[in-house]
């Protein structure tokens, strides 16, 4: 019945399931290649049911992403150490960025083809990761302008840097996370002796 609680779950279901044949899709042939009609042939439905669930190609970019940034969030908020509560607050920054560089090949193309003038500084996403990353600096003790250093840390893990260092300048995303915890380590150390 329409409005009944099995058809929200269907619509649930559905939403889900083109979700999981966009992402299979742009990891398979990148965001770029991805089309309204290649997501409805993969999750089996008509091109019309993408188009009502997600209104537009930038509008099922945006909700790939969203479901991503909820995954990590998760993480963070509820996960186990040492991103997750429970850990140490320098670890936590570390594990923070690995995890988000682990994303940004996907995403990071995806990211640009949802992103096309959107403001993504001042939308929940960043806005969760900036709080969380402050938090992390409050509680290692970090002197400085704390707000600052935050979006400091996030640029540094910025999809389309991220991919440029990958693609252009032959970095591995493990030499990029190894600087990653580098950078943390001096900024939480605060002129004190790196331990």
Aim: aromatic share 6%; proline share 6%.
């Amino acid at each position: 019945m329409p409005g009944s609680s099995q058809e929200r779950s269907d619509a649930a279901r559905n939403r889900q399931l083109l979700l999981d044949a966009a992402e299979a899709l742009v990891r398979e042939f990148g965001a770029d290649t991805v089309t309204m009609d290649a997501v409805a042939k993969r999750a089996g439905v008509g091109k019309g049911t993408v188009f009502r669930r997600f209104g537009n190609r930038a509008g099922l970019m945006l909700a790939l992403l969203d479901q991503s940034d909820q995954k990590l969030q998760w993480a963070y908020m509820f996960g186990p150490p040492p991103l997750g509560p429970g850990g140490e607050p320098v670890q936590r920054l570390i594990a923070f960025g690995r995890a988000h560089l682990q994303r940004v090949e996907v995403e990071g193309d995806v990211r640009r083809a949802a992103a096309a003038g959107a403001s993504r500084y001042s939308g929940a996403p960043y806005n969760i990761a900036k709080t969380h990353v402050s938090l992390l600096l409050r509680q290692a003790d970090t002197p400085g302008e704390i707000p600052l250093l935050a979006d400091t840390l996030l640029a540094s893990l910025d999809a389309e840097l991220v991919l440029h260092q990958i693609r252009a300048n032959g970095y591995t995303p493990e030499q990029i996370g190894d600087q990653w915890e580098t950078l943390v380590r001096q900024v939480t150390a605060g002129g004190r002796p790196l331990q």
